[in-house]
């Protein structure tokens, strides 16, 4: 079994920032890509930036510039550092990972309960 525990959400003012963490626990082989998802209300889900074991990563273009995704692959943790906060990056954000539970297994997606960022003065 795998969990992934994100922290670091919040409410903050325009212009601040914050950091979210997303650690992967359990019986885990390897890492492929992680990632950090958001869901605003009435929203689909969408992709904010991933990374992958390499350390390529991709952004949606609404955060390019102002959030840097990171991640410390002997913690099998992500982080998202978000700057320049906007009050429309208001959503909740999940962490995703894909992982290898024992040596030739398929990788598996598995995604975090979620952290609340909210923006707004």
């Known amino acids: 079994q795998v969990q992934l525990v994100e922290s670091g959400g919040g409410l903050v003012q325009p212009g601040w920032s914050l950091r979210l963490s997303c650690a992967a626990s359990g019986s885990i082989f390897s890492i492929n890509a992680m990632g950090w998802y958001r869901q605003a209300p009435g929203k689909q889900r969408e992709l904010v930036a991933a990374?992958?074991?390499?350390?390529?990563?991709n952004y949606a273009d609404s955060v390019k510039g102002r959030f840097t995704i990171s991640r410390d692959n002997a913690k099998n943790t992500v982080y998202l550092q978000m700057n320049s906060l906007k009050p429309e990056d208001t959503a909740v954000y999940y962490c995703?990972?894909?992982?290898?539970?024992?040596?030739?297994?398929?990788?598996?997606?598995?995604w975090g309960q979620g952290t609340q960022v909210t923006v707004s003065s």
């Open positions: 990374i992958n074991s390499g350390g390529n990563t």
């Open positions: 995703n990972a894909g992982v290898k539970l024992r040596w030739g297994a398929p990788y598996t997606e598995y």
